[in-house]
Every structure is written in C-alpha cells, then in structure tokens.
C-alpha cells in the first residue's frame, strides 16, 4: 500500500504550507511583513482618496471627483490587489504560525486556485505598471512632481508597489506560478481594456492617453495594446524563472528548506520530497 502522504486523491494542494513560510522568516514576522505592507497600502489609498477630496482639481464638477475616476485606473487596481493579497496572505501566515494549520487549507479548492492566481497577478502586474508608468507615462525633463504628495503617492504606487511583489517572489516559498496563469492574466488585461473604453464612454474620457485614438494613432494604439499582452508574458515567464531559481538556490543548494510554525507537522518538507510525492502520485494512479 502505498504510504499515506503518497496517496493519489489525498489533499496536496499545499502540503508544505509554501503560501504561508518564507526560507528565511520565521511565521510570524512574514506576519508581520505582509500585514505592515497592507496596512501601508491600504493607508495610501485612503489617504489619497482623502486628499484628492480636500483638494479637487481644477475643473472638477464635485470635491471627489478625482477619487471616483480613480477606479478606472490600472495603476489604483492593481493597488487594491496589491493591500487585499497581504491582507488576506497576512491572516493565511498568522493562522498557521498560531495553530500549524492556516485558514487557506479549510478553503474550498477553488478558493485556494484562484488565491495562487492572485499570488501571479501581485507578482506580475505591478511590473507592468511600473514600466508603463516610467517607461511611457511620466514625462521626463520636466520639474519633478510638484508637490510632497504628488511624490510620495506616485512612487508608493508605481514604484513600492513593484517592491513588494519582489518581497513575495524572493522572500516566501512559493513554487512557480502554472504556465496556464499566463492565459487568465491576459484575459484580466482585457477585461481592463474593455473597463477603459466603458470609461470613455460614459464618463468621456480616456484613462491612458495612449488609448486615445486622436492621440494615438489607431494602429499605434493596437500596437500598445499588443505590446502590453506581450510585455505581461515576458514579465510572467521572469518571474516564473526568478522562482524556480530561488527555490533551487535556497533548498537545494543552500539547504534552507523553510521556517515552520512551532509544533506544525508537515507531510513533505524538501525540495527532493516534493518531487517524491509527485512521482508517487503518478505511480499510484498509474496502477489504480
């Protein structure tokens, strides 16, 4: 009979808590990691909305007007992503560093595929709006941002926020992210693209100018649009390689195999047996 943790059928979703641990940081200060960089997006999206409501731009038809428009915004999604994954990753991490079981493993399987799914948009897009934003966006030569704020909210979000995707990929132990993920991250960039042109149409702007056919040029526009789905596989297949790579250097070179929870039992625990359980699972279903 085969052994327990190699039966075909049994839950591996996650066996060694790899969402939850990082090689380096006990549990409970990857706790504390990921809940101080919710809290400090959270505090800039709201501080934001806040300012911009004291403060309305010139034109504007009412005090938050900016605010609301701000919701059509790639660049402030994605930042609400970014606060709602350490979130929901913090109280993953503090579930099991208390109890040795984190409330992700009681999910519902497809809860726990589309929280990997998320784990790729937070460690991906982010990438792809700091290089739009300075590669594109940002006008250089001219006066550096006006005002303290317009600084400090602009590097928060289109700088940190790449930051803190590079604190998931190189700090936790994650595995690489399914190739399949690059399909539903393209499918999430279209849907955003038809959010923009619903944009357009009934609030009357473009978000980006570089959607704006009387800017653009209808075939420069679609090439910005090809080009992002392409930039957004590039950066998947990077990040893919830069986690596989850390997995690689950490437990199978460096033998840092990961920083459990006090009194927590693991069914698998390597690099090596993880690959054990694989084949285990393939053989046992092979003779079923």
């Known amino acids: 009979m085969m052994p327990k943790a190699f039966r075909f059928g049994d839950d591996q979703w996650d066996p060694t808590h790899r969402f939850e641990t990082s090689w380096l940081l006990p549990p409970y200060l990857l706790f504390a990691c990921r809940a101080f960089i919710s809290l400090y997006a959270f505090v800039t999206l709201f501080f934001t909305i806040g300012y911009q409501c004291a403060h309305p731009s010139e034109g504007s038809a009412y005090a938050c007007q900016a605010s609301a428009a701000s919701f059509s915004y790639f660049t402030v999604l994605t930042y609400w992503g970014i606060a709602f994954y350490f979130l929901f990753a913090s109280i993953h991490t503090f579930s099991y560093a208390?109890?040795?079981?984190?409330?992700?493993?009681?999910?519902?399987?497809?809860?726990?595929?589309?929280?990997?799914?998320?784990?790729?948009?937070?460690?991906?897009?982010?990438?792809?709006?700091?290089?739009?934003?300075?590669?594109?966006?940002?006008?250089?030569?001219?006066?550096?941002?006006?005002?303290?704020?317009?600084?400090?909210?602009?590097?928060?979000?289109?700088?940190?926020?790449?930051?803190?995707a590079l604190f998931e990929i190189v700090l936790t132990r994650t595995n690489p992210s399914p190739w399949i993920h690059i399909l539903w991250a393209i499918v999430v960039l279209a849907l955003y693209l038809a959010l923009a042109y619903v944009t357009r149409a009934t609030k009357g702007f473009y978000v980006y100018s570089f959607l704006d056919p009387t800017v653009t040029r209808h075939g420069l526009v679609a090439a910005y649009v090809f080009g992002i789905a392409i930039a957004i596989c590039i950066i998947?297949?990077?990040?893919?390689?830069?986690v596989w790579a850390r997995r690689w250097l950490t437990e199978r070179k460096l033998g840092m195999e990961g920083k459990m929870a006090a009194g927590a039992h693991s069914t698998t625990s390597s690099w090596r047996d993880e690959q054990e359980l694989e084949m285990g699972n393939h053989a046992y279903a092979s003779h079923k």
């Not at 409330?103 to 982010?126: G, M, S």
């Not at 590669?135 to 303290?148: C, D, E, K, R, V």
């Open 98 to 164: 208390r109890w040795g079981v984190a409330l992700l493993d009681r999910w519902p399987r497809p809860l726990q595929a589309l929280h990997a799914f998320y784990y790729t948009t937070i460690t991906t897009y982010p990438f792809l709006v700091t290089i739009v934003y300075w590669g594109i966006l940002y006008t250089y030569g001219a006066a550096w941002f006006p005002t303290q704020y317009a600084a400090w909210s602009n590097l928060s979000q289109h700088g940190f926020n790449s930051l803190f």
């Open 236 to 242: 998947f297949a990077i990040v893919h390689g830069a």
